[in-house]
Protein backbone atom coordinates (compact mmCIF):
# COMPACT_ATOMS: atom_id res chain seq x y z
CA UNK A 1 0.00 0.00 0.00
CA UNK A 2 1.58 3.30 -0.84
CA UNK A 3 2.50 5.89 1.83
CA UNK A 4 1.29 9.33 1.14
CA UNK A 5 3.10 12.66 2.74
CA UNK A 6 1.31 16.27 2.38
CA UNK A 7 2.65 19.88 2.88
CA UNK A 8 2.50 23.26 2.01
CA UNK A 9 -0.76 24.02 4.27
CA UNK A 10 -0.81 27.38 6.28
CA UNK A 11 -2.61 30.25 7.12
CA UNK A 12 -3.03 32.79 4.45
CA UNK A 13 -5.25 35.22 3.62
CA UNK A 14 -8.34 35.82 1.57
CA UNK A 15 -6.91 36.24 -2.37
CA UNK A 16 -3.70 34.22 -1.62
CA UNK A 17 -2.08 31.74 -3.05
CA UNK A 18 -1.27 28.20 -1.45
CA UNK A 19 0.48 25.05 -2.87
CA UNK A 20 0.06 22.02 -1.39
CA UNK A 21 2.37 18.81 -2.31
CA UNK A 22 1.69 14.81 -1.84
CA UNK A 23 4.52 12.79 -2.15
CA UNK A 24 4.25 8.91 -2.53
CA UNK A 25 6.59 6.07 -1.76
CA UNK A 26 6.61 3.08 -3.15
CA UNK A 27 6.57 2.57 -6.95
CA UNK A 28 4.58 2.59 -9.69
CA UNK A 29 2.89 6.01 -9.04
CA UNK A 30 2.13 6.79 -12.48
CA UNK A 31 0.01 3.66 -12.29
CA UNK A 32 -2.24 5.70 -9.62
CA UNK A 33 -5.39 8.06 -10.30
CA UNK A 34 -4.65 10.99 -7.72
CA UNK A 35 -6.90 13.17 -5.79
CA UNK A 36 -7.39 16.43 -3.24
CA UNK A 37 -9.90 16.31 -1.18
CA UNK A 38 -11.26 18.46 1.93
CA UNK A 39 -12.65 18.47 5.03
CA UNK A 40 -13.93 21.43 7.14
CA UNK A 41 -15.32 20.91 10.47
CA UNK A 42 -18.79 20.21 10.69
CA UNK A 43 -18.59 18.88 7.06
CA UNK A 44 -18.25 15.56 4.93
CA UNK A 45 -14.98 15.28 2.77
CA UNK A 46 -15.41 16.65 -0.16
CA UNK A 47 -13.64 15.91 -3.39
CA UNK A 48 -11.44 19.05 -4.62
CA UNK A 49 -9.79 17.72 -7.54
CA UNK A 50 -8.67 14.42 -9.04
CA UNK A 51 -5.85 13.56 -12.15
CA UNK A 52 -6.03 10.65 -13.94
CA UNK A 53 -3.20 8.40 -14.90
CA UNK A 54 -3.06 10.40 -18.50
CA UNK A 55 -3.26 13.53 -16.76
CA UNK A 56 -6.92 14.14 -17.52
CA UNK A 57 -7.84 16.42 -14.27
CA UNK A 58 -11.63 17.34 -12.81
CA UNK A 59 -12.42 20.21 -10.62
CA UNK A 60 -15.39 20.66 -7.58
CA UNK A 61 -16.75 23.59 -9.08
CA UNK A 62 -16.26 25.67 -6.43
CA UNK A 63 -12.74 25.93 -7.21
CA UNK A 64 -12.37 25.89 -10.68
CA UNK A 65 -10.43 28.52 -12.39
CA UNK A 66 -8.83 29.36 -8.78
CA UNK A 67 -7.14 25.59 -8.26
CA UNK A 68 -5.15 23.27 -10.43
CA UNK A 69 -4.16 19.43 -9.87
CA UNK A 70 -0.69 18.58 -11.39
CA UNK A 71 1.72 15.43 -10.78
CA UNK A 72 5.24 14.78 -11.70
CA UNK A 73 5.39 11.32 -11.95
CA UNK A 74 9.17 11.28 -12.06
CA UNK A 75 9.07 12.93 -8.53
CA UNK A 76 6.37 10.60 -6.77
CA UNK A 77 4.43 14.00 -6.34
CA UNK A 78 0.80 15.26 -6.82
CA UNK A 79 0.52 19.27 -6.58
CA UNK A 80 -2.51 21.54 -5.38
CA UNK A 81 -1.94 25.13 -6.96
CA UNK A 82 -4.61 27.33 -5.20
CA UNK A 83 -4.78 30.74 -6.27
CA UNK A 84 -7.33 33.40 -5.17
CA UNK A 85 -8.22 31.53 -1.84
CA UNK A 86 -11.56 32.20 -0.09
CA UNK A 87 -12.33 31.82 3.31
CA UNK A 88 -14.35 28.86 2.80
CA UNK A 89 -11.98 26.78 1.43
CA UNK A 90 -10.78 26.73 4.82
CA UNK A 91 -10.12 22.78 5.24
CA UNK A 92 -7.69 19.93 6.28
CA UNK A 93 -6.81 19.08 2.64
CA UNK A 94 -6.09 15.08 1.91
CA UNK A 95 -4.38 13.32 -0.45
CA UNK A 96 -5.69 10.47 -1.94
CA UNK A 97 -4.11 7.81 -4.33
CA UNK A 98 -6.28 5.19 -6.08
CA UNK A 99 -5.96 1.63 -8.02
CA UNK A 100 -7.25 -1.07 -8.56
CA UNK A 101 -10.29 -0.68 -6.29
CA UNK A 102 -7.62 0.22 -3.31
CA UNK A 103 -6.99 3.06 -1.76
CA UNK A 104 -4.79 4.84 0.38
CA UNK A 105 -4.80 8.80 2.37
CA UNK A 106 -2.10 11.38 3.95
CA UNK A 107 -2.85 12.30 7.10
CA UNK A 108 -4.05 15.88 5.63
CA UNK A 109 -2.54 19.10 5.98
CA UNK A 110 -4.36 22.07 7.36
CA UNK A 111 -5.31 25.67 5.30
CA UNK A 112 -6.55 28.17 7.11
CA UNK A 113 -7.49 31.35 4.81
CA UNK A 114 -8.42 34.51 7.41
CA UNK A 115 -7.47 38.18 7.26
Known amino acids: QVQLAESGGGLVQPGGSLRLSCTAS????????MGWYRQAPGNQRELVAG???????NYADSVKGRFTISRDNAKKTVYLQMNNLKTEDTAVYYC?????????WGQGTQVTVSS
Open 26 to 33: GTMFSTYV
Open 51 to 57: ITTRGVT
Open 96 to 104: NSQRLGSDS
